[in-house]
């Protein structure tokens, strides 16, 4: 699969704080997806991004799929507690449509 | 609706041991894969399935089958078992291969002595 560099790899965050994770590959994807996994569970979809330059929010939530079709990023808004996690970006290849994951951002919040 | 389910939750083989990873979905979807969760690793692909009768090896199939008899089951065998292939198994399906919306089960974690 392809590589995506996923950052930062891991951030601590106040309640109340609005934090950024990123993920860029070496070549094009024509969808991004960001998945959240929680412990001791499998990986939910929690933005799907078709488009370049698409921006598309769910909740709190804020995912950009970037021009170039190499990055894209994702925002939370308003840390609270639940937010905790891992967070996977992954690119599906406009070639075989297989998906390639990022390595994960794992989330811990301070209260 | 279950969705995607794996038994069993937790495992533990000992080298040389073979045993069979369960993965059923009922969401009458065509395309099944398998994923393994390494520590500092994204989720890499093993085998998956675009339809019954039909599989294909993924980004790291080496010491593990599968097989996929119905739309709902997809098994994964490992037929001698390795300290290597300790990890966290996911199973996930979608639609269609097309479809990139994926939905993962809860995952099988092993561990190989």
């Known amino acids: 699969g392809q590589q995506l560099n996923q950052s930062p790899q891991s951030m601590f965050i106040q309640e109340g704080e609005d934090v950024s994770m990123n993920c860029t590959s070496s070549?094009?994807?024509?969808?991004w997806l960001w998945y959240k996994q929680d412990p001791g569970e499998g990986p939910v979809l929690l933005i799907a991004l078709y488009k370049a330059g698409e921006l598309t929010s769910n909740g709190r939530l804020t995912a950009q799929f970037g021009i170039t079709r190499k990055d894209s990023f994702l925002n939370i808004s308003a840390s609270i507690p639940s937010d905790v996690g891992i967070y996977f970006c992954?690119?599906?290849?406009?070639?075989?449509?297989?998906?390639?994951f990022g390595a994960g951002t794992t989330v811990t919040v301070r209260a | 609706n279950a969705g995607v389910t794996q038994t069993p939750k937790f495992q533990v083989l000992k080298t040389g041991q073979s045993m069979t990873l369960q993965c059923a979905q009922d969401?009458?979807?065509?395309?099944m894969s398998w994923y393994r969760q390494d520590p500092g690793m994204g989720l890499r692909l093993i085998h998956y399935?675009?339809?019954?009768?039909?599989?294909d090896q993924g980004e790291v199939p080496n010491g593990y089958n599968v097989s996929r008899s119905t739309t709902e089951d997809f098994p994964l065998r490992l037929l001698s078992a390795a300290p290597s292939q300790t990890s966290v198994y996911f199973c996930?399906?979608?639609?269609?291969?097309?479809?990139?919306?994926?939905?993962f089960g809860p995952g099988t974690r092993l561990t190989v002595l």
């Open positions: 969401m009458n979807h065509e395309y």
């Open positions: 070549s094009i994807f024509n969808t």
């Open positions: 992954a690119g599906q290849s406009p070639n075989d449509y297989k998906l390639s």
């Open positions: 996930a399906s979608s639609l269609t291969h097309r479809v990139v919306e994926q939905f």
């Open positions: 399935s675009v339809g019954a009768g039909i599989t």
